[in-house]
């Protein structure tokens, strides 16, 4: 009898054990990863834009999807990445500089939230910039964006046309004429 009950005792704890490394392990708060790559990639180009909602501070709710009629430039961040943090006045000048031919939408991936998000914006001077949220981390997941930042393009359709795993200079030629592609694509199309 004792046998059959140390049986039992050993099976359940390795049901147990087997349970535990299946639970997913927190998201770690890292600025940098293996898969960054700093450059301009077309590999997902194609793939269509996650119609996930996006919320601020105050409650008000963007829907992704219904920013189809001009270029986004979609931004997953974190207020714990270093990179991310430098590339925020980048974008910033940005969507100043392109105001009304394209969106740039920046969106955090802070686990927390608000308590993170409102006060990085109280201590920042952005112009266009919005404290624009993704608290379930549903467009990380629908995009593929495990790498802080990631940043992709999409054209007026809502089609996307590159991505930047990684930091990036957004002042850079190479940025502006990417950019200018699809903006200047936008503008012969009519649209």
Not at 114 to 142: C, N
Request: aromatic share 8%; glycine share 10%.
């Amino acid at each position: 009898m004792s046998r059959i009950l140390s049986t039992l005792a050993i099976a359940f704890g390795l049901t147990v054990a087997g349970c535990d490394r299946s639970a997913p392990e927190p998201r770690q708060e890292s600025s940098a990863s293996a898969d960054a790559t700093d450059e301009i990639l077309r590999s997902e180009a194609g793939s269509l834009m996650p119609a996930t909602n996006l919320v601020d501070p105050e409650g008000r709710v963007l829907n992704l999807g219904a920013l189809q009629g001009t270029p986004v430039l979609l931004n997953l961040w974190a207020t714990w990445c270093a990179p991310c943090v430098r590339e925020m006045p980048l974008l910033d000048a940005l969507g100043t500089d392109y105001d009304g031919r394209l969106q740039v939408v920046a969106a955090s991936q802070d686990l927390v939230g608000a308590v993170k998000v409102e006060p990085f914006f109280a201590t920042r001077d952005f112009e266009y910039l919005e404290p624009w949220m993704d608290p379930e981390g549903e467009l990380s997941e629908a995009i593929g964006g495990g790498v802080m930042p990631t940043t992709v393009m999409y054209d007026s359709m809502g089609v996307e046309v590159w991505r930047v795993y990684g930091d990036f200079d957004w002042a850079s030629a190479e940025a502006r004429a990417a950019i200018d592609e699809v903006v200047g694509e936008q503008i012969r199309g009519g649209r």
